[in-house]
Structure formats: C-alpha cells, structure tokens
C-alpha cells in the first residue's frame, strides 16, 4: 500500500518535472520565471529587513564596504525568531542602503522566489498555448492563481512588518502568523504547481485534439 | 474508447496522491513549525507555573535592607509574562563586550546621542543606546567582577546589577528571555535560568525566586554631557560580534510621547494611572519597601528636594552637568540635614558645609564626607507604575 502510493507520488513528480521542463526550455517563459524569482528574492529581503534603507549610515560604516562577523560560523545557523536567522555579514553600498548577509534567510527567499518564479512561467505558457491553440484563452492561467495567492500570503505579512515599523505589538503578532505562513505557502506553491502543470497536460491534450490536421 | 478509463484512473490516481501530497505537507508544516519553536530556546517556564519539583512558599518574601516584595507580589507578577516576540536569545546579550576610547567613538557618535554611562570601581564607561538598543544586556567583568548592564528599549530603563545565584553562590550573567512584564524585559541568569523583571531587579521565577541584585546606579544622559564630564570614559564599540544596522532603531518612534497605533505602549501592562503621561520619564526611587517617582523635566527648575522615604529623610537633587537626578539619604552620622541650593551645588542648613551634586562634602565641617545614595534608575511612567502602584508622585 504504502510503496504503490510512492510509487504514484514519484510518478506524479515525474510528471511535473517533466512539464516545467517543456516549459522553460523555451528562453521567453525561462527568463520570465528567472525575472519573476529574483524580483521576489529582492522584495523578500527588503520585507524581512536584510536589505535597508537608512539615513547617515556612513556615520557608522566606511562606505562602500564588505564586513564578514569573525565568528560567523558561530552565526550562521543561529535563529532570531522562526525562519529569521541572524546575518553572517554586511555589504554597505551607500549612505542609505545596507545588505545584511545570513545564509539561511537567502535560501528561505530563494526557495519561495524559485516556486513563484516556476508558477508564474507556467501560467504564461498555459495562457499562450491557450490562445495559440485557440483553446478557451484563460483556461490554462486558471492553474497558476493559487501560487498567486500563496505567494502573495507569504509577501503580505512581512510587507505589513516593514509597513507598521513602530508598532512592535501589531508587528509581532504578524511575526506570528507569518511564521505559518511560510511552510503553508512553500507547500501551496508545490500542490499549486503540480495542479496547473496537470491542467497544462490536459490543455496540451485538448489542443491537439482540436488542432487542424 | 480506449481514453475514457485511462482518464477516470488517472483522476482516481492524481486525488490519492493530492491526498498524500497534502498529508506530506501538513507533516512538513509541522516539523518546520517545531523545527523553529525548537530553535527559539523556548523558556522551561510556562505563564505562572513554577519549575518541577519546586513548591511555591506561602512565607517566604524577598527583603534587603531597601526593600520588601511580597511573594504575592512575585506570583502576581509571574501570571503576566508575554511573549515579546524574539524568542529566547533572539536579541543576543553581549558577552564578550570590547571598549574604544572617546574619541574613536566621536567618529560615530553625536552630541545629542544617548548613551548609558557607569562608573564602578573606578572604572567609567558609557554605553550608546544605539548599540544596546540590538542587545538589551552587557555582560560585563570590571576588575574581576562580573557585572551586567542592561536597557529595556519598551521601559527607557537602564540598569546595571551584580548578584550571585542562591543555588550555588555563583555570579550570575543574563541573556534575554524573549519574554516581557509590564512591557518591561525579562532577563534570564544562565545559571539556574531564572526569571528577571529588569525593573524589579528580582527574581520572580526559577531556582533563584525571591533573589535580588544589587543595583548599580546608570546615569541615562546625552554623549556631549557624558564626554564632557568623564573624557577618561571608554565606550562600548559596535563591535559586538553581531551584525546589526547600528544608527537605526528597530522600535522607530516608540520612545516618542505620541501614541503609536493609538496607544501610547505596545505591550499590555498589568496597571494603569493616568496621574502622568505614560511615556514621561521619571526618576523612580526605591527605599524600605517605599518608591517615589520624579517627573524629571519637572525637576529641572526644582533642583533640590527635601523630603521622606520609607521613614527615611532623603534630598533628590539635579545635576545639571549630566541632566540627571541624584538621590541621598539626609542622614549623616546622627545629624538629619537640609538642603538648599548655593551656585552650581548644594549647602545644608545646619552645618553650613558646602555639597557637590554628587554627594560630596567640599568645604566646611561636613568637607569629605559622602552622602549614601539610595537606589534609583530613570523609568517611563507606566512601567513604574505597573511594578509599584504604591508609588507616591512627587510635585
């Protein structure tokens, strides 16, 4: 029992990999879903406060300039609050802007970026092959809205945290909630990513039953 | 005709494997979840409850000679932790704290900056809020003895205490529990892991319930005024083996007067008095189980105050070269003095002997003589008022 629905698991994830493969061996829908990663990666960084923008920073630090903790290794794993770890090092880039550097909140961001990113090049190619295939034109981006929203739930909370700067009480209690967001959202973002690469396998179908011989 | 059953099983397929999908990922939710609680260092203490195998006492009370707390008090106390949202060492204590001169820190410190300044063992030492704000406690050894400053950004309370675990009489050092009273931090001794109010300077939770520290006094005044009255002072450096964007401040206006979200502090408190505003800073002052609050920019064109504490006579006096005010006992030998104010000191009326503002016999027959200063730290309001409102106000 328990082999066979691995074996259908794996068979499914197959599937999948085989679909987001299709998908961006084309160069337009790979740089849209490369584009779409690295600009939530920056936005990521910027809600959880690893990039910031300050006033006087050169008060503080030679600018521009690298520093890396000496104890780094002590650091890297080392959580401030849940999925917030601390930064390992700091790139001071102007008077006004300063990257802080941890390790883990990079791969956090990087796995929530990567998943948008892959849903949204989805979604664009079932909305072209729709439309090519003259096939119900929003049919396929049908399969994309929920790592809309997933991606969306995840962002919400900590643009909230960055928008309520001195309400510590209001900002805590969105750290809370936030704190499930994340594992929700990684786990909405892969069940979303697996419905919509099925609903591209069934527009595929539907279009090369209809297609002109 | 031969797609029809492949279609049917493969929805039949494709549902028992959302299912288990789906299964898989509410267990990895769970796991990340616990992952991360683990991580925090959750506190062994739950609200109110008290570590296994301890009985709480029904006598037992914590007495020095400046003060009395209840144990009710301490249990009361106890049923009002909140999580402050960090969890435990999520705001990393310093432990291994580094000193620049005055005039390196001059190249990042301004006139109007605040810092903590401490003088202990003829040692003088300031502390930039800037760089506590990140840590909220310095561990400390000043000529052999282990010492701990700490700020609570929610309180504006700075403070630095000594003291020695009741279980095995060693010194203790403080990290930061991630928990809050009266809005007030919570520290943690490492040793026994403890509970701490910072303002109470007692331990109301753990092996070491019923413990006070001593308290040393931290004088909360501006870099110009600090460097200007000790330019022998060291300071920490911003080198605490953190990365943290020191210059910025993670509570924003907060520290402000105006109410932040409509209301003037962020965490709940246990009570309320409106006698002054919340975020006014007063100068809180404990002695034999009395506490007195003075509202410090009122004192400024007051100077000097006799009055009573605990059945004690005591002077407040304002020292204008660090802004802040200092607190005495009047008592001197068998004589009871008055105080009145005489160019940029204090004379007293029965001797004619002339004081500094710190306390200091300079001429006449009381010439070097030192007042006992009595315990006293800068608050906000409303946090004082949460700890002790039996507080008298004065003005």
Known sequence: MVQSYAIRIAETLASTRRSLADVLRTGRYRKIGILTAVAYLVVYLITIQDIVFANNLGRFYPIPSVAISENWTELIWRPRVTFYWEAIGQIVLTNNVIILLSVPNIIVGSVLGALIGLNVAVAAYSYTCARVCRVRPYGGILGAIPSFFTGFACCAPTFAIALLGGNVALTLGILSVRNLFIPVAISAMVLALIWSTRKMGHLASRAAGQSPT | ?395
């Open chain 2, 1 to 395: 005709m031969s797609e029809e059953p492949k279609r049917g099983k493969f929805r039949k397929f494709s549902r028992r494997s959302f299912i288990v999908i789906g299964g898989l990922g509410t267990a990895g939710i769970v796991s990340a979840l616990y992952y991360g609680s683990a991580n925090q260092g959750q506190p062994i203490y739950s609200q109110g409850t008290l570590p296994s195998g301890e009985q709480p006492s029904v006598t037992q009370s914590v007495q020095t000679e400046a003060e009395v707390i209840p144990e009710q008090t301490l249990d009361e106390l106890a049923r009002y932790i909140l999580p402050g949202g960090p969890g435990k060492d999520g705001i990393p204590a310093i432990d291994r704290p580094k000193f620049i001169s005055a005039d390196e820190a001059n190249k990042f410190l301004s006139n109007e900056d605040v810092v903590f300044g401490l003088q202990y063992q003829g040692v003088v030492r300031a502390y930039p809020q800037t760089v506590l704000v990140w840590h909220e406690i310095v561990n400390e050894n000043i000529n052999g003895e282990k010492i701990t400053v700490t700020y609570c950004p929610l309180t504006g309370s700075a403070v630095a205490f000594k003291g020695f675990s009741k279980v095995d009489g060693s010194p203790l050092t403080f990290g930061v529990s991630g928990k809050l009273v009266n809005s007030n931090l919570i520290m943690y001794d490492r040793q026994t892991d403890s509970y701490w109010p910072q303002i109470l300077g007692a331990a109301f939770m753990g092996p070491n319930k019923g413990s006070i520290l001593d308290q040393i006094p931290v004088t909360l005044t501006s870099w110009e005024l600090w460097r200007k009255t000790h330019p022998e002072t060291q300071v920490l450096s911003k080198d605490t083996g953190f990365i943290r964007i020191y210059g910025t401040d993670p509570y924003g206006k907060y520290t402000k007067d105006g109410p932040v979200g409509g209301r003037y502090y962020s965490f709940p408190v246990r009570l309320t008095d409106d006698r002054l505003h919340p975020k006014k800073v007063v100068t809180g002052v404990i002695h034999r189980g009395s506490y007195l609050a003075i509202p410090k920019e009122e004192f400024k064109s007051v100077r000097v105050a006799n009055t009573e504490l605990g059945g004690d006579p005591m002077v407040a006096i304002y020292d204008d070269a660090e802004e802040i005010i200092r607190v005495f006992s009047r008592r001197v030998g068998n004589k009871e003095l008055t105080f009145r104010i005489s160019g940029s000191g204090v004379v007293d009326t029965e001797t004619g002997s002339e004081w500094s503002v710190k306390g200091e016999g300079l001429a006449g027959s009381l010439s070097g003589k030192q007042l006992r200063p009595l315990k006293f730290l800068d608050v906000m309001w409303f946090a004082w008022y949460a700890f002790y409102p039996q507080t008298l106000v004065y003005g």
